[in-house]
Every structure is written in C-alpha cells, then in structure tokens.
C-alpha cells in the first residue's frame, strides 16, 4: 500500500481575523474627526468669551467705584474727627465743555494715601469761591460733590457725594 504524502504542515502562528483587522484600523482618530472636534471647541470658547464680557465690565466699573467710595469715606470721616473743611486733591486730564461744575474726562482723586481713577464726570454743587470748585467735605459730615458718573464702554454707574450708588 502506497502512503499517501504528509500535507504541508500550516504555520504555527495565529493568523488575524476579521476582527483583529477591524481593531486594528480603528485604533485612532482620522484628521476630519480631530477638525470637527476643534471647530466644535472654537464656538463653545467664543461664545464663553462673548457672554464674560459684560461681566467683566461690571466688575471693573464697581471697582473703580469702590476705590472713589474709599476716597470720599477717608476724607468725610477726617472732616467730622477734625470739625475741619477736607479738600479732596483732584486732577483731571482732557477737560471737555459740560456745563457749570462738570468734567467729562479722566479724574484722579486723592486724600491721604488713598488713590481713586476713573473716566467719566465729577458735577460739583456751584459755589460762590472758586477755590471751593474742588471736592471738599464740611465738619458736618456735608459735600459740595453732587454726583460723581463712573463711565466704562457701554455701563455707567453713579455715586452721590458720599460714594453710594444709585442708579436711575
């Protein structure tokens, strides 16, 4: 009886399957994916960005008025600890025509070591003296300061002479 030859023996080795195959291609991620990921991450970032910014405004225009307020309490409470008449040190830069007492500009008020910036319109009561045309405050706790407007790029907030806000 003649044997029949031996079949070729198979390699050893697991060869892949389908699966294996399928895996192996979808391991990462394709360029288009990674775009749309980051046009979607680009409009969530600029649509934050747009929402913060009135906020932030809000925020820088209560701090600047917050810093006058500090001002205005230190000079009132030394005028009635003292009984003597405060005047405010007060420059202003760019000067603009609004009326009796008022300056649409930059201010810098000063009392003490205290420091208040702001951009916008300091009204003062009119008085007979022009020396009493600065910021001053009386032994009786009074002012000459009306209204101080504290203006930002689309807000505005005012104060009265003692640094409380009210807005109409």
Known sequence: MARRAAPATRPTYPRPTIRDRRA??????TLLEVLIVMAILGL?????????????????????????????AAARNEAM???????????????????PGARDSSHVIRHGGRTARFEGRLHLQPAAEA??????????????????????????????????????
């Open 24 to 29: 192996q291609r979808s391991a990462g991620f």
């Open 44 to 72: 969530v970032a600029t649509l934050a960005a747009l929402d913060l910014a009135p906020w932030t405004e809000q925020l820088a225009l209560r701090g600047r008025a917050s810093d006058v307020a500090r001002v205005l």
């Open 81 to 99: 600890a003292h009984q003597t008449v405060v005047l405010l040190g007060h420059e202003t830069v760019g000067l603009a025509a609004g009326g």
């Open 131 to 168: 020396a009493a045309m600065r910021p001053v405050f009386f032994p009786d706790g009074s002012t000459n300061i009306a209204e101080i407007a504290i203006e930002g790029r689309k807000r505005s907030l005012k104060l009265d002479g003692y640094g409380r806000a009210h807005n109409p």
